[in-house]
C-alpha cells in the first residue's frame, strides 16, 4: 500500500457537482493499493498514519498526531500511485491492484482509521472525483507498507 498523507484546514470531495466529503484540520489521504497488499498492511498503515506526529503543538514543533487535535481524515483510492513511467511518457499502471481487491482494502484502512480514533470519510471508489485540498504548511507525507 502506498499512500501520501496531506496536513490540511480543510478538504473535500465531489462527485458530479455533489460534496460526498468534507472535513476541516485533519489529514486528505490518498491511498494506492498492489496486488500483493493484505488486510495486516491496511492495519498497519492506519495505525502509523493514526499516529503521525505532522500537527504543531504549542511550540510549533510537529509533536501532535491527527488524534492529538481531533482531526479527521478523507481517504481517497488512487491506484494512479502505482503509475510506471520508466517506458515512455504515457503511465502504465499494471503494477495497482485490481478492483475486486482494491476497493475492500480501501475501506478496510478506512474503517482501521475509525478504530484508532480518527473521524474518517470517503472519496467513491472509481468514481472521477474533484478534491479541494487546503494543505496546511504545506506538509506532505508519502508512506508505504
Do not use: W
Not at 491496511?42 to 499516529?51: E, F, I
Amino acid at each position: 500500500m502506498r499512500a501520501v498523507i496531506q496536513r490540511v484546514t480543510s478538504a473535500s470531495v465531489s462527485v458530479d457537482g455533489t460534496t460526498i466529503a468534507s472535513i476541516g484540520a485533519g489529514l486528505m489521504i490518498l491511498l494506492g493499493v498492489g496486488p500483493e497488499d493484505s488486510g495486516d498492511n491496511a492495519l498497519q498503515l492506519a495505525r502509523k498514519v493514526a499516529a503521525l506526529r505532522i500537527f504543531s503543538d504549542e511550540q510549533g514543533k510537529m509533536n501532535l498526531s491527527v488524534k492529538d487535535i481531533g482531526g479527521s481524515a478523507i481517504v481517497v483510492s488512487q491506484f494512479t500511485l502505482y503509475g510506471d513511467t520508466h517506458k515512455g511518457n504515457r503511465p502504465s499502471f499494471i503494477g495497482a491492484a485490481q478492483p475486486d481487491l482494491a476497493r475492500p482494502l480501501c475501506d478496510r484502512f478506512s474503517e482501521f482509521m475509525q478504530q484508532e480514533g480518527v473521524p474518517t470519510q470517503t472519496g467513491e471508489f472509481g468514481a472521477h472525483m474533484v478534491l479541494s485540498i487546503v494543505n496546511d504548511g504545506p506538509v506532505t507525507i508519502t508512506l508505504e507498507m
